[in-house]
């Protein structure tokens, strides 16, 4: 069975940093595109960034870029997403998606997710 | 850059047919997936590659694609239906694009 479980949320202040992680397990991570995607309280979704299989390419949306580093260890199957310089609208709930497209992008598995507060 | 619209919210009657349209000038170059997303819940893929229907998913819910537009149609809407929904696709650039939403009420 397929799960993806992250963690490492919680309360940070506006200007702090954190680490989120996500556990993969019931299927061969090393050969999966990867990405985070988010969700403001009461919002829609969000994408924020993505990872190809073997780490060496990226992409992030405009509102994270220079901010939030995406990378993963294939060896422990865990995908991580550092954010740091947080800011109020980073406030979010953060989903871990696996990356079911070849030629395209769909999400077939997602984390249940983990709640980032940024607040002072 | 690119932008996928949907309706903020649709109303249907149990038993009627549901038709939420996602539009987006990069649709017409790159396929679309939809989620359903409940209340507190993770989203659920329902639809990818405009069409394709995961396993486990019920027939009822169907994709369509039509120039820069595509179409999710829940037929027959049981009141379990009743949720959030979105459309979602990369753009040729690398970005991930999702639509704003579409609240499905069951009347």
């Known amino acids: 069975e397929v799960q993806l479980a992250e963690s490492g949320g919680g309360l940070v202040q506006p200007g702090g940093s954190l680490r989120l992680s996500c556990e993969a397990s019931?299927?061969?991570?090393?050969?999966?595109?990867m990405h985070w995607v988010r969700q403001a309280p009461g919002k829609g979704l969000v994408w924020v960034s993505r990872?190809?299989?073997?780490?060496?390419?990226?992409n992030y949306a405009d509102s994270v870029k220079g901010r939030f580093t995406i990378s993963r260890d294939n060896a422990k199957n865990t995908l991580y997403l550092q954010m740091n310089n947080l800011r109020a609208e980073d406030t979010a709930v953060y989903y871990c998606v696996r990356d079911s497209g070849v030629t395209n992008t769909w999400f077939d598995y997602w984390g249940q997710g983990i709640l980032v507060t940024v607040s002072s | 850059s690119y932008e996928l619209t949907q309706p903020p919210s649709l109303s249907v009657s149990p038993g009627q047919t549901a038709r939420i349209t996602c539009s987006g000038d990069?649709?017409?170059?790159?396929?679309a997936s939809w989620y359903q997303q409940k209340p507190g819940q993770a989203p659920v893929l329902m639809i990818y590659k405009d069409t394709e229907r995961p396993a486990g998913i019920p027939e009822r819910f169907s994709g369509s694609s039509s120039g820069s537009a595509v179409t999710l149609t829940i037929s027959g809407v049981q009141a379990e239906d009743e949720a959030d929904y979105y459309c979602q696709t990369p753009d040729t650039s690398g970005i991930v694009l999702f639509g704003g939403g579409t609240k499905v009420t069951v009347l």
């Open positions: 990872l190809n299989d073997d780490g060496s390419k990226t």
């Open positions: 019931g299927f061969t991570f090393s050969t999966y595109w």
């Open positions: 990069v649709l017409s170059k790159q396929y």
